[in-house]
């Protein structure tokens, strides 16, 4: 009998250039002051989950209504949240993980689309936790996406153009990926999950 065993390897694919890490990292941290936005998987380096938003009340919660509606057409579990930045909603699906950029000022039309090919015979079956994917990533402009065959893939926020791509494993050897990325200074870190026999 065999034992099947995940472990977990990180992979870093560098941002920009030496020496302007401390720009990316000032941007960020900027960046999340504004309650506006949301550019982390978890809203902001402390992890916490919490938008100081306060037009929605325990007062006026009774009158929300439904101001418009996206489908992403991908019928699996949806798990992270979108990314907001500056009136730009990015939302992303489980496999085969496409990223839509949202117009929020345009009742969520769709400015951009990024839809990845991957093989579904070599990377489902190995995948660990369904087909989901936890999120996205932001920093120097790109938004960053660890596509469940392991390829982290950076994406022109603006345009949704592929602006560098790193296949990090293989599924074929049992490696997938679905966590949010997360960026740290000129850094992004993005795990993979990796079936053992």
Known sequence: MTMKLRTVSLAILALIMSGMELAVADEL???????????????????????????????????????????????RGHEGNPLVIDGTMYVHTPFPNKVFALDLDEEGAIRWKYEPVQNYEETVPVMCCDTINRGLAYGDGKIFLAQADT?????DAKTGKVARSVKRDDPKQGATSTGAPHVFKDKVFAAISKLMT
Not at 66 to 74: D, K, L, N, P, Y
Not at 151 to 155: G, M, R
């Open 29 to 75: 941290l900027e960046m999340q002051k504004n309650s506006d936005n949301w550019i982390m998987p978890a809203g902001n380096y402390d992890n916490q989950r919490y938008s100081k938003l306060d037009q929605i009340n325990t007062d006026n919660a009774k009158d929300l209504r439904v101001a418009w509606t996206f489908s992403t057409g991908v019928l």
């Open 151 to 155: 390829t982290l893939v950076a994406l």
